[in-house]
């Protein structure tokens, strides 16, 4: 089977010729249809995060259809539609049983320790195959696999009640799914934060009030400008997608007291915070966000089922399953250039 490969950090991904996996006891074989291209792919690739061991397979947003099963998977799962669950755990510890797969400690993710989607086969264990829904596109379901289930999950960390203000910096595929899903969960309004017009032209169409993000700004600046568009208030959770020290001074500038401030974009430099002003003095919480569970991945697929989760405009572009291909749209989102979402399509 053909396959795009990453054989070292900083260099160019490689296209490869693999045998066809076969599924284990408790497995399935999935033919892949669509995977996306992550910003995280980026940082992997930099050798900014540790991928291993190498040669790998990267692609960790994936979805496709059953075609061959394991000993113990039931057959009538072959030829359903799935979108895999990008955490593969033993299932067993305190974590997994838990619903917080995320801290298990044999945890493999697609794509980063464990060969990924960017292949026409992968396989993986049977309760990593989410069912998609007859009417929910395999290219949407794919991206939900990581952009839009780490969204839900981080609001789920900023504790986002109904009624609330949320604030999002970064309109990119993160950001398209996370202004939906704040609406979802009842958030009363949602500012989204992009130095891209059309992305905030979209981020528009999606309910968000937006405010561009303009190169010479100050935080203090954008602060106040999310406070005028808040109507004074702040706001009580911000989802900071990006985190740089700007977009970390920004946040805590603009989160009203009391409110939450989520870090969810990778950063691999310490970011100075003025503790006083930006948390003691609002009683402000700074809070991590670490992937996702395969409850929320549910809970996505009845939101896109009922319409109310929309992506088709969020995949702007297909592209083959070649290593320089996907290495061109590395490139565009390592230089803050692309379109939102760009999805690999086998074929």
């Not at 464990?114 to 990593?128: F, K, L």
């Amino acid at each position: 089977m053909r396959a795009v490969r990453m054989t070292a950090p900083r260099e160019p991904l490689a296209d490869a010729e693999l045998p066809r996996p076969t599924p284990g006891a408790q497995e399935v074989l999935v033919r892949v249809r669509a995977a996306g291209i992550c910003h995280s792919d980026v940082h992997y690739r930099a050798g900014r995060s540790r991928v291993e061991p190498l040669p790998l397979t990267l692609g960790h947003e994936v979805a496709g259809e059953i075609v061959a099963v394991g000993h113990g998977v039931p057959e009538h799962r072959v030829g359903e539609r799935v979108a895999l669950h990008y955490l593969v755990t033993c299932g067993n510890c305190v974590w997994c049983t838990t619903q917080r797969e995320m801290f298990c400690e044999r945890a493999l993710m697609l794509g980063h320790f464990t060969d990924g989607g960017w292949a026409e086969y992968i396989v993986v264990p049977s309760r990593n195959a989410v069912h998609v829904p007859d009417n929910v596109p395999l290219e949407q379901a794919a991206i939900m696999m990581c952009s839009s289930a780490t969204s839900l999950h981080a609001l789920r960390q900023g504790r986002l009640a109904v009624g609330e203000r949320v604030l999002v910096i970064g309109a990119g595929g993160l950001g398209m799914s996370a202004v939906q899903l704040a609406r979802i969960l009842g958030a009363q309004q949602v500012v989204a934060m992009d130095r891209d017009a059309g992305k905030l032209a979209q981020a528009e169409q999606f309910g968000a009030d937006t405010v561009l993000a303009e190169a010479h700004d100050t935080p203090a600046q954008l602060a106040e400008r999310v406070r005028e568009a808040t109507g004074g208030h702040g706001v009580d959770v911000v989802l900071d997608l990006v985190t740089s020290e700007a977009t970390i001074a920004l946040a805590l500038r603009a989160v009203a007291p009391r409110g939450r401030v989520v870090v969810v974009g990778l950063n691999d430099r310490p970011l100075p915070v003025d503790t006083y002003a930006g948390l003691i003095g609002r009683e402000a919480t700074l809070v991590g966000s670490n992937d996702h569970t395969l409850q929320e991945l549910e809970e996505l697929m009845g939101y896109a089922a009922d319409g109310r989760l929309r992506l088709g405009d969020v995949v702007a572009r297909r592209v083959r399953l070649e290593a320089a291909v996907i290495d061109g749209v590395l490139d565009e989102l390592e230089e803050g250039r692309g379109v939102v979402r760009t999805v690999v399509v086998p074929g």
